[in-house]
Structure formats: structure tokens, C-alpha cells
Antibody
């Protein structure tokens, strides 16, 4: 069973920066972390889910929600089985629990349309002065 | 405000069936068949139940089923059990740059 562990969430002031990490393990049947697209999804505690960003298997394809407005950068290091989210110019409305979530395997450009089949437990980002 | 509309709450008795709706537009739910449903217990991560409108994810009970008509997708849970009490979220691929939209979530109470 795939195990995703997020880290890096802290309290940061508005306008500040933060880098979230997600480390993966437990891949089976010959598949590796590098075979899957990965996402960041956030959730204000007690509220709904909100998709943030997606990266394809090799990092060449990245996608962001409109609210990101160029402030976040998603990246990955397949040699370390790790996913990252660099967050700059943080706003109070970015306060949320940030989950990393694996895209269902599809093996091609269909990665943009794949749901999220494995999730970490999340890391809490609080933007407050 | 969430992009997709779900009822805030539904309830049912053990053994009954319930249906949760998820209404969007022709730019998301109505435009293709990439609708998925997630179950979330308090304090836990979401879990994928249904994808591509009606495909059950690996290991998911056949008591869970999905369907779609026009701009509205639905999740039906049959033979309700106490363990089904949780929050349920729908999600849809969209034709905008924000690739995925979520519903606001529905709290299922098993009476």
C-alpha cells in the first residue's frame, strides 16, 4: 500500500514563503513513484476540498488552480520519491491542510484527467500575523 | 463557494439506500465522464470510492455506485451501514485551467 507523508507546514506571516514536501513509499507490482502524476489538494479544516496543483511523471507538465496566480511552484525529485510545493507571497486565505495525492495510473497524457487514488494525512499551513 | 453543488447533509436508516447529488455545469460534470467521489471520516484523509462517473475503485464495496445525467452526478449507497457515516465529496475534471473542481461535501448520518 502506498504511503504518502507530507511535511513542512508551519505558521507563516502574510507575504512569507514556505516549501512543503511529500515523501512516498510502498509502491508495488513494479511501479515506482516516477510512474505517477502527483497533486496537491488543500482543505480548510471543517470545509471542502480544493485542488491546488498537478505535476506529471517527469516534471515536464505542471498545472495550477487559478487562485495560485503564479505564487506556487510544484516540483518533484523521482530519485528521492519526493514531491514539493514552493509557496510564495502567502495570503491568509491560503491557510489550510495541504494533502499530497497520487493520480490514478494511466501511463500517458491522460494524467490530467485522473482522480486521486492515494492521499497523505496532510500538513497544516497557517498564514497569520 | 464550491464550484459543484452538493446537499449539506443526508440521512438514512441502516439497510436503506441514499443518493447524494452533485450539480455542475457543461464545463465540468456535464461536459465529460471524469467525475469521482470521495469518502472522508473526521480527521482522516479522503478515500477514492468512484471514478469516471461509475467505476468503483479497487476494494470498494458494490454497495457504492455512481451515475450521471446531464449536469448532475449522483452517488448511491445501498444497504446503509453505520460505518458509512462520513463526509462525501464529488469532484469533476473541468475545461478550465483549474483542472479539478470539488463539491462542498455532504455529511451522511446513519440514523
Amino acid at each position: 500500500e502506498v504511503h504518502l507523508v507530507e511535511s513542512g507546514g508551519v505558521v507563516v506571516q502574510p507575504g512569507g514563503s514556505l516549501r512543503l514536501s511529500c515523501t512516498a513509499s510502498g509502491f508495488t507490482y513494479g511501479f515506482t513513484f516516477g510512474d505517477y502524476a502527483m497533486n496537491w489538494v488543500r482543505q480548510v479544516p471543517g470545509k471542502g476540498l480544493e485542488w491546488v496543483s498537478l505535476i506529471n511523471w517527469n516534471g515536464a507538465g505542471t498545472h495550477y488552480a487559478d487562485f495560485v496566480e503564479g505564487r506556487f511552484t510544484i516540483s518533484r525529485d523521482n530519485s528521492k520519491d519526493s514531491l514539493y510545493l514552493q509557496m510564495n507571497s502567502l495570503r491568509p486565505e491560503d491557510t489550510a491542510l495541504y494533502y499530497c495525492a497520487r493520480g490514478l495510473y494511466c501511463g500517458g497524457d491522460c494524467y490530467v484527467r485522473q482522480p486521486f487514488d492515494s492521499w497523505g494525512q496532510g500538513t497544516l499551513v497557517t498564514v497569520s500575523s | 463557494q464550491s464550484a459543484l453543488t452538493q446537499p449539506a447533509s443526508v440521512s438514512g436508516s441502516p439497510g436503506q439506500s441514499i443518493t447524494i447529488s452533485c450539480t455542475g455545469t457543461s464545463s465540468d460534470v456535464g461536459g465529460h465522464d471524469y467525475v469521482s467521489w470521495y469518502q472522508q471520516y473526521p480527521g482522516k484523509a479522503p478515500k477514492l470510492l468512484i471514478y469516471d462517473v461509475s467505476n468503483r475503485h479497487s476494494g470498494i464495496s458494490n454497495r457504492f455506485s455512481g451515475s450521471k445525467s446531464a449536469n448532475t452526478a449522483s452517488l448511491t449507497i445501498s444497504s446503509l451501514q453505520a460505518e458509512d457515516e462520513a463526509d462525501y465529496f464529488c469532484s469533476s475534471y473541468t475545461t478550465s485551467s483549474t483542472l479539478w473542481a470539488f463539491g462542498g461535501g455532504t455529511r451522511l448520518t446513519v440514523l
